[in-house]
């Protein structure tokens, strides 16, 4: 696609349950990151992607976490047992891989866990 | 510990007068700095970069100097507009190779311009 698309825009959860957010990246782009970003803070790295491997998760706060890309496209990061601290805007960025390269983000994934 | 911080949480202008953002590394390997800008319920926005071999990159209205002896980075905005406002975030790659951990951010810098 023309951006890095993610979905849903806003997820409200309850305490306890699993959540899945998804992110497109941009079509080419081999790298792919997921960032957390909580309320007037800056961006918090979780994971990163360099086609369907994850050489670095060590951003991860927790095993509750996990991330997979599959066919070097699309990837999912899934929350188990939410918790209220889990409540952020969760940010996908994608880029052509190698460094110096800027990064393209979506909008994000607004979580609520209630 | 090794970090991209910024100066200021809050900068407000003047419709029209010239914006100076600041942001201080600390890491020496770092050899590529971007900045980004983030509206309101919106995604980082890339708006200018600049490589460790170089000190200063123009763009429209934005200026990026880098000042790697005292690890100093600033991005100049001109003319500042009410469509301006927004949080800046600084960012450094540490060069590791494929971005392995990728960019590291500030806190950001928010800035509001007063008509």
């Known amino acids: 696609g023309a951006g890095v698309s993610q979905s849903p825009s806003n997820k409200v959860t309850e305490k306890g349950k699993d959540v899945e957010l998804r992110c497109d990246p941009i079509?080419?782009?081999?790298?792919l990151y997921w960032y957390r970003q909580s309320l007037g803070q800056g961006l918090e790295f979780l994971i990163y992607?360099?086609?369907?491997?994850?050489?670095?998760k060590s951003g991860l706060p927790s095993d509750r976490f996990s991330a997979e890309r599959t066919g070097g496209s699309v990837s999912t990061l899934t929350i188990q047992r939410t918790q209220q601290e889990d409540s952020a805007v969760y940010l996908c960025?994608?880029?052509?891989?190698?460094?110096?390269?800027?990064?393209?983000f979506g909008s994000g994934t607004r979580l609520t866990v209630v | 510990g090794e970090s991209v911080g910024l100066h200021l949480p809050t900068l407000s202008v003047q419709e029209g007068d010239n914006s100076i953002i600041n942001c201080a590394y600390s890491?020496?390997?770092?050899?590529?700095f971007i900045w980004y800008k983030q509206e309101s319920g919106k995604g980082p926005q890339f708006i200018i970069d600049?490589?460790?071999?170089?000190d200063k990159r123009q763009g429209q209205r934005v200026t990026v100097l880098l000042n790697k002896t005292v690890k100093h980075l600033s991005l100049q905005i001109a003319a500042t507009q009410p469509g301006d406002s927004a949080v800046y975030f600084c960012?450094?790659?540490?060069?590791?190779?494929?971005?392995?951990?990728?960019?590291?951010f500030g806190k950001g810098t928010h800035l509001i311009i007063q008509p």
């Open positions: 960025a994608s880029s052509p891989g190698g460094t110096g390269y800027g990064y393209t």
């Open positions: 079509s080419g782009h081999t790298a």
């Open positions: 992607f360099q086609g369907n491997s994850a050489p670095d």
């Open positions: 890491n020496s390997a770092s050899d590529y």
């Open positions: 600049i490589r460790s071999n170089m």
């Open positions: 960012a450094e790659n540490r060069g590791s190779g494929g971005g392995a951990d990728g960019l590291t």
